[in-house]
């Protein structure tokens, strides 16, 4: 069983900056890709960040440049660093793992590639 908890939500203006942090209390943490997604009522949720297990990452287009991806297997907690806040980044951010061998083709920032996740933090404006 994997347990993800967020934190670092909170409100920003534009130009702001947040970091989001992800605390696993799993075993299997270091085999894991971690990702980052968010969500905003009444649309479907989308794919913001990911980092595999050799730290290669990957972003969507609308964040590359302004988010960074990270991870701390010592600590079993990986973070997204959010800088140049703009208002289309409110959303509920949700961290998630996945062990699934479906990433390379699927998509690294596909939800449904990934089998746990955390309850949530807003973003606000």
């Known amino acids: 069983h994997v347990q993800l908890v967020e934190s670092g939500g909170g409100s920003v203006q534009a130009g702001g900056s947040l970091r989001l942090s992800c605390a696993a209390r799993?075993?299997?943490?270091?085999?894991?890709?971690m990702g980052w997604f968010r969500q905003v009522p009444g649309k479907e949720r989308e794919g913001v960040a990911a980092?595999?297990?050799?730290?290669?990452?990957y972003y969507s287009d609308s964040v590359k440049g302004r988010f960074t991806i990270s991870r701390d297997n010592n600590k079993s907690t990986f973070y997204l660093q959010m800088n140049n806040l703009q208002p289309e980044d409110t959303a509920m951010y949700y961290c998630?793992?996945?062990?699934?061998?479906?990433?390379?083709?699927?998509?690294?920032?596909?939800?449904?590639?990934?089998?746990?996740w955390g309850q949530g933090t807003q973003v606000t404006f």
């Open positions: 998630a793992a996945s062990h699934s061998p479906l990433l390379p083709m699927k998509g690294y920032l596909a939800p449904k590639e990934y089998n746990y």
């Open positions: 799993t075993g299997t943490f270091r085999s894991a890709c």
């Open positions: 980092i595999e297990s050799d730290f290669s990452t």
